[in-house]
T-cell receptor, first 110, second 112 residues
């Protein structure tokens, strides 16, 4: 399985942007970059995914480096509800599983 | 629409016992996966079922088994429980293999 590297933790102030980095130097051409997050006492939830181009949705933006060896999840205005563990996962189109690492624990200060 | 539902939410079992966990996927979703999450770690893949057939298995002992029913619901069975099986067991459903996964809230299993 391709591996990702994320910081263990990050802190942010409420209503400020949060930039979560993810390194994936061994990414293959068919790997999509997926982000999931897990709020306390809940199951993971899908955030966003992309292949080569930057992606935006109502939750976040995903910026992918030109060489695809790294990416950044951007939460534009953090709220207290965004405090969670964020997982960066590489997944081939036909991959039947999600390979979770330890993720980044995001703390949002009021 | 109802999300992924899992039952029970919590249970306590004794070492050596057997347990069955249940999962109902989102309507229209044909794929169900099971994950184990030990405290402080990310979820680890156990099984995936698609159209009632096992399509993937993680690195778990044969004490773990699962099945998917014609209505696409699923059960995870664990035999001869060990203390180390204490974890949050998560079920995820998706429309097809490789598409966005929707997780339930999990079943918290404690083995004493």
């Amino acid at each position: 399985d391709a591996k990702t590297t994320q910081p263990n933790s990050m802190e942010s102030n409420e209503e400020e942007p949060v930039h979560l980095p993810c390194n994936h130097s061994t990414i293959s051409g068919t790997d999509y970059i997926h982000w999931y997050r897990q709020l306390p006492s809940q199951g993971p939830e899908y955030v966003i995914h992309g292949l080569t181009s930057n992606v935006n949705n109502r939750m976040a933006s995903l910026a992918i480096a030109e060489d695809r060896k790294s990416s950044t999840l951007i939460l534009h205005r953090a709220t207290l509800r965004d405090a969670a563990v964020y997982y960066c996962i590489l997944r081939d189109t036909n991959d039947y599983k999600l390979s979770f690492g330890a993720g980044t624990t995001v703390t949002v200060r009021a | 629409d109802a999300g992924v539902t899992q039952s029970p939410t919590h249970l306590i079992k004794t070492r050596g016992q057997q347990v069955t966990l249940r999962c109902s996927p989102i309507s229209g979703h044909k794929s169900v996966s099971w994950y184990q999450q030990v405290l402080g770690q990310g979820p680890q893949f156990i099984f995936q079922y698609y159209e009632k057939e096992e399509r993937g298995r993680g690195n778990f002992p044969d004490r773990f088994s699962a099945r998917q029913f014609p209505n696409y619901s699923s059960e995870l069975n664990v035999n001869a429980l060990l203390l180390g099986d204490s974890a949050l067991y998560l079920c995820a459903s998706s429309r097809f293999i490789g598409t966005e996964a929707f997780f339930g809230q999990g079943t918290r299993l404690t083995v004493v």
